[in-house]
């Protein structure tokens, strides 16, 4: 008994032995293997091998004429250089980036892809949305299919819907290469675009309807439902907030009316600042510029602060008014500020001759040389 009790203590040694072996083997390999994966693919993005990122979300038709494989650049500025890729036949062009690494020394990096997003969303009276996500690649190589990059944290439903996105013509993206341009160099009109796209994806409405931009009405306004009500009333008094913080960017909170000189300093601001006499008739509100600029700030108080103490129908209306209202101040501030195309062309370097080769006849998918 005692021998068969020895063989058993000895086997299990062995085993615990073989196993602590294992173990430490195991070990040994998944350490390696992370010291490799943290060399070769470092995660500190954008870095000297990962600072090519496909920019998913938008692409271009082919009317300009590119062939498979062609990397050309399209424009770019410090922190980013875009190229337009056409990685496979016969199918649309990409819209790459190349990022600078100093980017991760800024406290905020406004990157080419929320700008292109927010200037298409404005040049549409944010009528039409993009979704933008930049798919990072390691060790890039153009002359490689897009099913042969290796692409950090994109899965097989990742690659899958990688290609989708809007469709562009290049012609399309330069008609507001301008707001792009001030975009990027001025943070008041990045803020207030920024602003105020939140609050027309919060809760929608027709600017071209609501402030007559057309003899006509393309189409009626849509009231929700009875049932729908309770669902929307917070979208309502958050639209709100976001349209406010437009307007404070673009010209701050009102100052105190009882001190006249601030006050008129005030109101030369808004003529300066954003070509708009705030004592014109703000139609949709039926009251002066400059009266419901204080009306919404007050407005906005209340709908931070006192959730349902509206009714329900004149907190709709009112959240229209001040999506308008913001909206004439952003359109008068860009219009102050935007330069002109020819001075944009040269201060983002865009490749004009490329642009310039877009037929407006035709759109394709098709790579050149087409053939029959």
Known sequence: MTSESNKENIIANNLESTLAQFIEELNEYSNKKQAFLDEYYPIDIPNEVCNYAFIQGIKFENSFKPKVNDFVHLMGWDDEELFLWTHTK????ALVSKVSIRVKE???WKNSGRVIQLAYAYSTDFEHNMEIDYKWCYYFDSNKS???QEIYDCDELDRHCLLNGNILKLSDLS???PIIELLLRDDKAYTAISNFYT???THYCCLICELNRFPYKKHPSHE???WEQAN???DFESAIVQACRCVEALIGKPPNKEKANRFLEHKRKWINEIGINPDDEFVKGKTTYIDFYYKLFDLRNEAAHSYGTIPFDLERLQTVEAQCFASLLLDGYIKKNILSSEIVTEKL????KLINQVDHKMSTPRTFPWTD
Do not use: R
């Open 146 to 148: 897009i099913s042969e």
């Open 106 to 108: 800024k406290n905020f």
């Open 90 to 93: 016969d199918t649309y062009t």
């Open 199 to 201: 609050s027309m994806q």
């Open 224 to 226: 929700p439902k009875i």
């Open 349 to 352: 370097k865009i490749n004009q």
């Open 232 to 234: 929307i009333i917070s």
């Open 175 to 177: 008609s507001f290469f």
